[in-house]
T-cell receptor, first 112, second 108 residues
Framework: DARVTQTPRHKVTEMGQEVTMRCQPI?????VFWYRQTMMQGLELLAY????????DSGMPKDRFSAEMPDATLATLKIQPSEPRDSAVYFC??????????FGSGTRLTVV | GIQVEQSPPDLILQEGANSTLRCNFS?????LQWFHQNPWGQLINLFY???GTKQNGRLSATTVATERYSLLYISSSQTTDSGVYFC??????????FGKGTRLSVIA
């Protein structure tokens, strides 16, 4: 089965450090999403790309978060500097246009 | 933006029982998916069902788009069905908006 691959699976870092999360979408899926899951907010959209072009990143704190898709096989989400309130599970998902999403296993981030 | 409400928020079942989970949404949609988040945190796509009825084993789903709701049926529940079930909807080409989920516990 085709799958979305996220790395790392777990990350513990100190406040102020830079964190980079990576996602390899399913080959042929032209849309890639970043979601964040917390107990308080549930699953919320941070950003998404279609054909590698960013379409919406209004869900991200712009001063510290950035999302890029340098090529069709890699999407990245970067936090600099990280804060304890960024602790969450970050999911990447990919989809072909007009079809269902496939989610990766997530990156569990803990900022201490 | 579109609102998604799921009910019930929590459900406890004896193994072998049947259940129905409901998802109401506030606007027309052309994308609706049901996901199961297992106890390890993985989000598994169960159904892509913007309209109509689909079945996969003991699970089935029905979406009545004109009345803005979808139902997920679980028959003969098993302990492995435990977890959180999410409904997510989208309109046009906009990303999915998730409900808060139904937490299901199946006890032996």
């Amino acid at each position: 089965d085709a799958r979305v691959t996220q790395t790392p699976r777990h990350k513990v870092t100190e406040m102020g450090q830079e964190v980079t999360m990576r996602c390899q979408p399913i080959l042929g899926h032209n849309t890639v999403f970043w979601y964040r899951q917390t107990m308080m907010q549930g699953l919320e959209l941070l950003a998404y790309f279609r054909n590698r072009a960013p379409l919406d990143d209004s869900g991200m704190p712009k001063d510290r978060f950035s999302a890029e898709m340098p090529d069709a096989t890699l999407a990245t989400l970067k936090i600099q500097p990280s804060e304890p309130r960024d602790s969450a599970v970050y999911f990447c998902a990919s989809a072909p246009l007009g079809y269902g999403y496939t989610f990766g296993s997530g990156t569990r981030l803990t900022v201490v | 933006g579109i609102q998604v409400e799921q009910s019930p928020p929590d459900l406890i079942l004896q193994e072998g029982a049947n259940s129905t989970l409901r998802c109401n949404f506030s606007d027309s949609v052309n994308n609706l998916q049901w996901f199961h988040q297992n106890p390890w945190g993985q989000l598994i796509n169960l159904f892509y069902i913007p309209s109509g009825t689909k079945q996969n084993g003991r699970l089935s789903a029905t979406t009545v788009a004109t009345e803005r709701y979808s139902l997920l049926y679980i028959s003969s529940s098993q302990t492995t069905d435990s977890g959180v079930y999410f409904c997510a909807v989208g309109s046009g080409n906009t990303p999915l908006v998730f409900g808060k989920g139904t937490r299901l516990s199946v006890i032996a």
